[in-house]
């Protein structure tokens, strides 16, 4: 544990104005207050904000971090207040250690749910200052440290799963590396110590077999540098056993199929000298394909830069090489916390900040307008935060980093959340692309916008991005709830009319706490969805409306209904009905002779005949005494005609109209209706409601369009 005294010598070697005096108090102000308190381990309990303020002073952060890491417990853990605080220490470090208190309240407990409410509050708390985050993981790295003590193994690896999936991608964000890779180690080496040990006992094998391995191919490098005229710092660093395990399982290979276990890093002077020295080890050795990324040019989001190589080294042995500036590995090492590193020269004094690195942190900030719920939210920053990235342009050069399999509308909601609600089409390096389109690096993209669009529900399958299928789903669920409260309402009225009751809204709110929804437009969504029945809201208003609907005449059967041809000689193809019963044909998946069918019972309408992958079919799983077995029996020398529905996307040029009218022609359909779904100025999506004999025919017409020049994309619909 640190000293008193040595803690403020290490603050004051890299920041010589620091306030010892302040920094002196908050140390025996934290000791004080913990007074006889201990942890797991037995240790004093002030040893922990101690070394959290250590970690803290070896990433050179200012004063007001330092004292932070010295107090973030107190207000929580003792009788210390925050108006003591900031009488004390300052309303600067008072707000600070309100934000790690606020958090460290909200560990993650047994329920996802939990989990998710308090990664959206850590973001919040770091939006008003990314100090709070970085004091967040000083404290959880010294507590994944000592996570060993204690004695329950399941809430060791709560712990340790918690940190793997939140702290160690927010640690790799703001770019802190070595902090990132021993929260990984010590995170799997509570979830899987076997691994780890396996691993680290071959590490050592290699160690006693390869002798001097790393320090010769160091000294091959600095000899060859030193021919090219680079006044270059090399080094060369172990892989972490984490790092190792997760390329094994990522790429599906042994330990011993892996060649480059160790990564070697050049530090040098200037910018120049960085592809100076590139060109002299890509001239000596051959280059491993595939490997070369320049991070230079194209930054990571989180300000890091260097040049990545791999090539066949010294004594034919595959290596990596990072190559960078010192000023480049300051921020690589540092990452976020290098941007309050305070300079010795008087005009350096403040730390300096750039917001260009916490562009990540303001989009986690849209996802959480937009998400409906915790789990949704944690759902979209996982998928923001474990991608990897491909980089494209704007057509001013800006860059933007998106994770690999990204499109266009990515882009768009990356720009700005109204760009990518009025998205209708896009130019990817200046020529016209589908939406759907999957972006590549380097590419430079253009965003082709409407007033008259909004988002459709089908971009959601094949968006990337957390923010864009956050805005995305917020834009459905509020269509949704105009369809279900327009529903709802007729519904309601129409059975209050069929009753003779008066139907008011006083009445209606009367009964609002009895389906505990909190106003009259709440009450008539959940009828819409379904989650109560019209006659429920009638019998609630009047009571005695039940028993007149008991005594009422039983409604007369519906007649045989006829074939999907209105006016045909054909009779129902459909075999294991009951003779005379009504049948429908599902609107919402349109079967075919040739499909897997089954028939649902409906109330008033008899059976209506789905496809057995019908989606609608999952609101009917809980009353299985409404399913049908049921098959076609079809007339095979005099079929009926039948309504499929395709969905395509058609080029927007003259005669595309008239060269699908001819293919399905052609192919024996016949066009009953066409409906556009959605128009831009290069593509446009329709609905096309073909009369066909069988699944067979539909299928046949598909292909043929698919082979047509002006056709995108044809898919039999569902809906």
């Known amino acids: ?116 409410e308090n990664f959206r509050k850590l973001v919040l708390a770091m939006s008003q200052d990314i100090r709070v985050l970085v004091v967040k993981l000083a404290d959880r790295l010294h507590n994944m440290r000592t996570l060993h003590f204690l004695k329950k193994e399941e809430k060791r690896k709560r712990i340790a799963r918690e940190t793997m999936e939140i702290y160690v991608p927010l640690t790799e964000r703001i770019g802190i590396r070595d902090w990132k890779e021993e929260l990984e180690d010590l995170s799997f080496q509570q979830l899987n110590p076997d691994a780890r040990a396996s691993i680290t006992a071959r590490l050592q094998f290699l160690h006693n077999e390869g002798g001097d391995l790393i320090a010769n191919v160091v000294d091959e490098l600095r000899r060859l540098l030193a021919e090219a005229g680079v006044k270059a710092e090399v080094q060369g660093r172990e892989k972490s056993a984490f790092s190792i395990w997760r390329k094994m399982q990522r790429q599906n290979i042994g330990f011993e199929q892996l060649s480059d276990i160790v990564a070697f890093r050049v530090v040098v002077n200037t910018l120049e000298e960085c592809y100076q020295a590139l060109g002299a080890i890509h001239g000596a050795y051959p280059v491993t394909p595939g490997r070369f990324k320049d991070y230079i040019s194209l930054p990571k989001p989180n300000g890091y830069q260097s040049l990545h190589t791999g090539v066949i080294g010294p004594d034919n042995r595959r290596i990596e090489i990072q190559i960078r500036t010192r000023e480049m590995h300051e921020i690589a090492e540092l990452g976020v916390a290098a941007h309050w590193v305070y300079k010795s020269s008087p005009d350096q004094a403040k730390p300096q900040r750039d917001g260009k690195q916490y562009r990540w942190l303001r989009d986690m900030l849209d996802i959480l307008s937009n998400a409906s719920g915790p789990d949704d939210f944690l759902e979209h920053t996982k998928m923001e935060m474990f991608s990897d990235q491909v980089f494209v342009f704007t057509p001013n050069g800006d860059l933007h980093a998106l994770p690999r399999g990204s499109t266009p509308i990515d882009f768009a909601y990356s720009v700005h959340t109204e760009i990518g609600n009025r998205c209708v089409g896009s130019k990817i390096n200046g020529r016209i692309k589908p939406l759907r389109t999957e972006l590549r690096n380097g590419d430079q993209v253009e965003v082709i916008t409407s007033k008259a ?161 019908c989606k609608t079919l999952e609101t009917f799983a809980d009353t299985p005494e409404r399913w049908i077995d049921v098959g076609w029996e079809m007339n095979e020398e005099d079929p009926p005609a039948f309504m499929g529905r395709l969905h395509a996307v058609l080029a927007n040029e003259p005669g595309s109209l008239a060269t699908i009218s001819t293919v399905i022609g052609r192919n024996g359909g016949n066009i009953n209706n066409l409906n556009f779904t959605s128009r831009g100025e290069d593509f446009y999506e329709m609905l096309i409601d073909i009369e066909v004999t069988n699944v067979r025919q539909l299928n046949n017409i598909i292909a043929a369009l698919r082979a047509t020049a002006v056709v995108n994309s044809a898919e039999r619909a569902q809906a």
Not at 456 to 474: D, F, L
């Open 453 to 613: 669009q909004t988002p459709s529900p089908a971009w959601e399958a094949y968006v990337k991005t957390g923010k864009a299928r956050a805005a995305i789903r917020r834009f459905v669920r509020s269509k949704q709830r105009d369809q279900y409260l327009s529903l709802g309402r007729e519904v309601v009225q129409n059975i209050f009319q069929q009753t003779d009751h008066e139907l008011t809204e006083k009445a209606l709110k009367n009964v609002l706490a009895h389906f505990d929804v909190e106003s009259v437009d709440d009450l008539y969504v959940a009828v819409g969805e379904g989650r109560y029945a019209a006659r429920e809201v009638l019998y609630a208003v009047y009571p005695g409306a039940k028993a007149e609907l008991q005594q009422a005449a039983p409604v007369k059967k519906a007649p045989p209904a006829q074939s999907v041809a209105d006016g045909s000689k054909h009779t129902i193809p459909v075999k294991g009905l009951i003779p005379g019963m009504a049948v429908h044909y599902a609107r919402c998946c349109h079967p075919l002779p040739g499909d897997r069918i089954v028939g649902i019972v409906t109330t008033g309408r008899g059976v209506t005949i789905h496809t057995i992958d």
């Open 1 to 116: 544990m640190l000293r008193q005294y040595e803690l403020v010598e290490r603050v004051k070697s890299y920041d010589p104005a620091a306030d010892e005096d302040q920094l002196n108090r908050a140390y025996v102000y934290a000791v004080k207050m913990h007074g006889a308190q201990t942890r797991a381990s037995g240790d004093p309990y002030f040893s922990h904000p101690v070394e959290v303020a250590g970690l803290l002073s070896e990433k050179r952060l200012d004063s007001s971090s330092i004292i932070t890491g010295l107090l973030h417990d107190t207000v929580e853990d003792t009788d210390a207040t925050l108006d003591g605080l900031s009488e004390k220490f300052g309303d600067e470090v008072a707000g600070l250690v309100d934000g790690v208190t606020k958090l460290t309240q909200l560990e993650l407990q047994s329920s996802r749910t939990k989990q998710a």
